[in-house]
């Protein structure tokens, strides 16, 4: 293999891995927010997909144009879903991981069912946008832009995510909530207002990620079982909750993907990804920016 | 014993027992040999229902039914009574699947002998994967199961010697107990799975109320303070996954048998796992006739709205199936055999 080969190996890797980053970056906060996974985190992103496809068939204006109004759409969503399902299962006092397991799963499942009813199970595409087929040449490794596009948004979300918790009042009860829910009732913060918020958030952020997948990725009613498996493994290798992990994570994920497609047949590419994360998972149990 | 019985010895006879005294324990072995009472009446009765229903629509339901109140007893008995969340399980009902289809199909051994070695196979991967996964806690060990097993079905997709993505179809042979092929009646179906569930019934019974069980139920509510009390918790893990799994993977062997045509999508999706766990979440963790009564509720409902809504895969009966997991897990956290829970709890104290 040339070294060539290899960079642009790497480089696709890298660029999948910022986006993979993106689709984890919500379940990371929401769990870390109040220890909740979202098993229809896939599903979200599968909606934020079909959000895009449809405001772009309704409005006929570019993919990237209506990319605020999708991650709104996405935000009511996270809202909702918290206000309708996960509020009661947060107050379910036997069983109560098995109780938020299956809730979420049941939405899961709703989503996908109504998603399969309403748009039916073809695949569909988005074929026109400003970047759609077209290559950026470094130094003969090429580069898809809307590939390019999505590694950007997603660094530029990861730094305004930062800005947004370390420096506002919402981020600060973000994260006091965090650490200890118990004491941020005793200094006026509504612990339900910020769930429904973190949720909203969480929604937002994986909502940004399908937007930027549509405009280069099949979509489909199923899409998110693959990119949701591929979330939640992100997010443990990270370590729950970890933010800068689930950035490391996806960016290793998504090289190691990448490189595992060279060496297995293409079919096998996930097994790299498996392999690793349950290697890191044996040797540190929490991930590898986890908090237990 | 009672106070009085202590201070009057003289006044009791010594050759007449104080019925009283033992209440506890009396009271308890009787409700024990009522449960058995009441699974035996239950088993014989379901026995019966071949002989009423003939058609065969109704039968596969009912046989589906009986076969996922097994797997969800076996997924019960780790995920329930131990308290170990797994979404894996399809890595070891797939397994049975396998094994009995290769032997079968490519050696020609007959199923029972494949339903054996299966059962054998996954426990001994469990234990191997209980390793290094039960030091995981919560959700980090429930996503790893997962990944295990979506790993085993990425394997089994590219296994060119199992058919790879096309799996594996058994020959139509003649009606037989020796092969468990029966085309013409789906009877003996009936039968086969409702002695693996009476089993499954019988072991769970059987440990919950020995040694092994009340470790499970430390190990679930507590494991520092059960392994402060001298439980070794990865041991009663450890040995939950074993008969767990051994239990899944007979239940993997006879519905390739039922079905005559694997392939991974059909007995490994990540679905399955979902569908073993689900039945034992509805009707009750960690109870003995909680799983029966989840999949009495689920399996039904799943099968009729597939086909009567499910047609060219509108996708309405996911919709309905998915609302009804979320409605009831809201509702319900203990699950619908504590419905049950509280008449027995009324009974007793009035």
């Known amino acids: 293999m040339t070294t060539q080969a290899l960079l642009q190996v790497l480089a696709s890797g890298l660029l999948m891995g910022l986006i993979y980053a993106l689709i984890a970056v919500g379940l990371s906060l929401i769990f870390g927010l109040m220890d909740v996974v979202n098993f229809a985190h896939g599903e979200f992103l599968m909606l934020a997909m079909y959000a895009t496809f449809g405001l772009v068939l309704a409005t006929t204006l570019d993919p990237i144009l209506l990319m605020p109004l999708v991650v709104a759409v ?219 | 014993m009672s106070d009085d019985a202590m201070t009057t010895p003289v006044a009791t006879p010594a050759t007449t027992p104080t019925p009283v005294s033992l209440s506890p324990i009396a009271g308890h072995l009787t409700a024990r040999r009522r449960q058995l009472i009441t699974a035996l009446i239950v088993f014989a009765a379901l026995a019966l229902v071949p002989k009423l229903i003939s058609d065969v629509y109704l039968m596969n339901v009912l046989i589906l039914t009986l076969l996922f109140a097994a797997l969800s007893q076996s997924w019960n008995i780790l995920g329930g009574y131990c308290g170990q969340v797994s979404l894996g399980h399809a890595l070891y009902f797939g397994i049975g699947a396998y094994v009995t289809s290769i032997l079968f199909v490519k050696f020609g051994i007959v199923p029972w002998v494949g339903l054996a070695a299966g059962g054998v196979l996954a426990s001994l991967l469990a234990l191997a994967l209980g390793y290094p996964c039960f030091r995981l806690k919560g959700h ?125 999508e059909s007995v490994m999706q990540f679905r399955f796992s979902l569908l073993m766990a689900l039945p034992a979440v509805l009707g009750g963790i960690g109870s003995l006739w909680g799983p029966a009564v989840g999949a009495l509720i689920l399996i039904p409902l799943a099968e009729f709205t597939r086909s009567y809504m499910g047609g060219s895969g509108s996708g309405l009966d996911l919709a309905v199936y998915g609302a009804l997991i979320m409605v009831v897990s809201l509702t319900r956290p203990e699950g619908i055999m504590s419905i049950f829970d509280g008449f027995g709890r009324k009974r007793a104290a009035s």
């Open chain 2, 140 to 264: 980090y060990f429930s996503i790893a199961t997962i990944v295990i097993a979506e790993m085993g079905l990425l394997l089994v997709h590219n296994w060119d010697y199992a058919g790879a993505a096309l799996g594996i179809q058994w020959p139509f042979g003649p009606d037989s107990w020796w092969t468990l092929q029966f085309a013409r009646d789906k009877a003996p179906y009936f039968y086969f799975v409702l002695g693996l569930f009476a089993v499954v019934w019988l072991v769970t019974f059987a440990i919950v109320e020995s040694r092994w069980g009340y470790w499970w139920r430390a190990v679930k509510d507590n494991p520092e303070a059960a392994e402060s009390l001298g439980v070794t918790v990865f041991h009663s893990k450890m040995a939950a996954a074993g008969v767990s799994a051994f239990f899944t993977a007979i239940g993997g062997g006879f519905y390739a048998a039922f079905v005559s045509y694997i392939d991974p």
């Open chain 1, 74 to 292: 996405m935000f009511a969503v996270g809202v909702s879903a918290y206000a309708g399902v996960v509020r009661y299962a947060m107050r379910a006092t036997t069983n109560q991981g098995m109780v938020q397991i299956f809730a979420t799963f049941g939405l899961a499942i709703l989503i996908q069912g109504l998603a399969q009813y309403f748009f039916t199970p073809d695949f569909k595409s988005i074929q026109h946008s400003w970047l759609g087929g077209r290559t950026l040449d470094v130094g003969g490794v090429f580069l898809p832009w809307p590939q390019i596009y999505g590694g950007l948004i997603s660094l530029a979300t990861f730094g305004g995510l930062f800005l947004l918790i370390t420096r506002t009042d919402f981020g600060k009860a973000l994260e006091a909530t965090r650490e200890d829910q118990g004491a941020v009732a005793l200094v006026g913060i509504d612990r339900n207002r910020v769930f429904a918020l973190g949720w909203g958030l969480g929604a937002a952020l994986v909502g940004l990620a399908g937007a930027v997948l549509a405009v280069f990725y099949y979509i489909h009613p199923n899409v998110g079982s693959t990119f949701g498996l591929i979330a939640y493994v992100t997010v443990a290798l990270g370590g729950f909750g970890s933010i800068f992990g689930a950035l490391v994570a996806g960016v290793v994920v998504g090289l190691v993907e990448a490189l595992t497609t060279v060496i297995l047949p293409p079919a096998l590419k996930s097994v790299g990804i498996y392999t690793l994360y349950l290697g890191v998972l044996f040797i540190r149990p929490s991930g590898l920016f986890g908090r237990l």
